[in-house]
């Protein structure tokens, strides 16, 4: 796990201040309806954010490419790929 001062918080009152929280890379909740059940959540860093969104954007425009594309088979290529993106997304 990943532990780093951050000034970004969740803004919950009774927390520790923005200042001195430290960013985790997990977050773990026990659940509210099963007793003993506790989930943990990968965050993602603004590294690994920013690559994605560089990933989006070249899909997006070979997509976009394509779509304009006089064959069927660039276009099913660009179907393809917009169903890549949204697979990302999901």
């Known amino acids: 796990m990943t ?3 951050s000034l970004l918080g969740e803004g919950l009152s009774g927390e520790v201040p923005l ?3 430290a960013w ?3 977050l773990e909740s026990a659940s509210v309806t099963f007793d003993g059940v506790r ?3 990968a965050r993602m860093s603004f590294a ?3 690559a994605l969104a560089r990933r989006i ?3 997006a425009q070979r997509a976009e490419f394509l779509a304009a594309g006089e064959t069927a088979v660039e276009r099913l ?3 393809v790929l917009s169903n890549e993106i949204d697979g ?3």
Do not use: G
């Open 19 to 21: 200042a001195e929280r």
């Open 77 to 79: 290529e660009s179907a």
């Open 24 to 26: 985790e890379s997990e």
């Open 57 to 59: 954007r070249d899909l």
């Open 88 to 90: 990302v997304y999901a």
């Open 39 to 41: 989930f943990r959540i």
């Open 48 to 50: 690994r954010r920013l």
């Open 3 to 5: 532990n780093s001062t």
